[in-house]
């Protein structure tokens, strides 16, 4: 992404011709840490992190199907439950 944002700094409008977004300031949150262990935990409890798993369901391989339908699962309640411990933190 650092090469991206290089070359787009150079432009005035993307090649789709729409305006490019101004980089996010780098920010290290409860958020990022939290997603990034669970990243860690399901990689290390599965052994696969999301592109190889949906490259290793053209093996036939059962388990990368497995861990595709419970990410794309955990993903689904990721959004609710994150609402939840907001209104949680902030009651």
Same mark, same amino acid.
């Given at each position: 992404?650092?090469? =991206?944002?290089?070359?787009?700094?150079?432009?005035?409008v993307a090649v789709l011709g729409t305006?490019?977004?101004?980089?996010? =300031?780098?920010?290290?949150?409860?958020?990022?840490i939290i997603g990034s262990l669970m990243? %860690?935990? #399901?990689?290390?409890?599965?052994?696969?992190?999301? #592109?190889?798993?949906?490259?290793?369901?053209?093996? %036939? %391989?059962? %388990? #990368?199907?497995?861990?595709?339908?419970?990410?794309?699962?955990?993903?689904?309640?990721?959004?609710?439950?994150?609402q939840g411990i907001d209104r949680v933190?902030?009651?």
């Open positions: 992404m650092a090469i =991206a944002w290089r070359i787009a700094e150079r432009r005035k305006a490019i977004p101004e980089r996010a =300031a780098p920010k290290v949150g409860r958020n990022l990243f %860690g935990a #399901g990689w290390g409890l599965a052994g696969l992190c999301p #592109g190889p798993a949906l490259a290793s369901i053209g093996f %036939g %391989g059962v %388990g #990368g199907a497995v861990f595709l339908v419970s990410m794309i699962a955990g993903m689904l309640a990721a959004p609710p439950i994150s933190a902030r009651a």
